[in-house]
């Protein structure tokens, strides 16, 4: 038992302690929530105005390319792997030109989130009652007064728990960013592996680290949609 012991403790020494290795998941936890915080951003406002663009077109029967173009967005990113559309960004759209890669794998997950985020939304629209546009109407509110005041506010408070689960989503799915050489979390633990010839226990310091931060964002997920709900 004593030697297995030691046999573990010297493996996380060498995966963690030894040569300062982490430094390398200290990186990785850094672009990890970077990548994930700047392109949830970025995803809630290409996906709101997405999902008010298909909402004024249902209401006023206008807007119908850009109805379309949305719809095609949504269809083409729900419909392709996100590292597929990783792939085409760097290696084909920004192939000729200098970008940081990280600039690369934030409107990457951004906009692969924001079609995700416009379908929540969307849902959240329709969820409220038409009397209460009808309504709206015959006070004299506008679209957009309409949306701000009456629709917007409860759709929210109803569609917050699905957009924070898109966000646990998108912090996960920011592993694969190390494929355009990124060093998230997954490419830290790779590089440690390489140096150790030991998988095991830089992919368990990685899973880790991740099971902390889903935890962590879970709880000001659930902290926030309670707070929310006592002003309904």
Known sequence: MADFL?????????????DDR???????????????????????????????????????????????IAD???????????????????YVVFKSININVVIVGILTF?????????????????????GQREAAK??????????????FPQAIQKVFPALGNEAI?????????????IVELIKASDIVSSRTYDYFFPLIISAVIYLFLTFLLSTIMKKVERRMKRYV
């Not at 030691?6 to 020494?13: P, R, W």
């Not at 970077?34 to 996906?47: E, N, P, T, Y």
């Not at 799915?173 to 355009?180: K, L, M």
Request: glycine share 10%; charged share 15%.
């Open 6 to 18: 030691n046999s573990i403790g010297d493996k996380f020494y060498q995966s963690f302690i030894y």
């Open 169 to 181: 989503t998108l912090l996960k799915e920011t592993s694969i960013a190390g494929y355009i050489g």
């Open 22 to 68: 982490y430094l390398y998941f200290l990186d990785g936890l850094k672009y990890t929530i970077i990548i994930a915080l700047f392109s949830a951003l970025l995803g809630v406002i290409i996906g709101a105005i997405v999902a008010l663009i298909r909402d004024y077109n249902k209401e006023h029967k206008r807007l119908l390319l850009l109805k379309k």
């Open 110 to 130: 951004g906009i692969n989130s924001g079609a995700y985020v416009a379908e929540i939304i969307r849902a959240g629209f329709d969820s409220v009652g038409d």
């Open 72 to 90: 095609i967005y949504v269809y083409i990113i729900r419909g392709t792997p996100t590292l597929l559309q990783l792939m085409i960004l760097y």
């Open 138 to 151: 015959t006070l004299g509110l506008s679209y957009f007064q309409m949306m701000k005041s009456v629709i």
